[in-house]
């Protein structure tokens, strides 16, 4: 990663790459990305030209709840 590139949260977050970034679209195949700058490029490269784009993210499930007894929210 290039010194002058900012990264937008703690450094162990996530790496750049050109599946989180503005100019790429994932191709049908999954692998690869389609970038408008570039063409075809790998999921895991990135050049300058990388801007994050946080909608492109998917978010991580959620845990599942626990189970409760109704006696603990009892009077």
């Known amino acids: ?3 002058k590139q900012k990264r937008l949260f703690r450094s ?3 790496e750049p790459s050109c ?14 990305v389609l970038c408008s700058l570039r ?7 990135c ?4 801007e994050y784009d946080p909608l492109k993210r998917e978010p991580a499930c ?3 709840l626990p189970a409760y007894d109704p006696e603990m929210f009892a009077l």
């Open 12 to 14: 162990s977050d996530y």
């Open 19 to 32: 599946g989180f970034c503005q100019h790429g679209k994932a191709s049908p195949d999954g692998v690869s």
């Open 62 to 64: 959620a845990p599942e």
């Open 39 to 45: 063409g075809v490029m790998r999921r895991q490269s």
């Open 1 to 3: 990663m290039n010194r």
């Open 47 to 50: 050049c300058k030209k990388y």
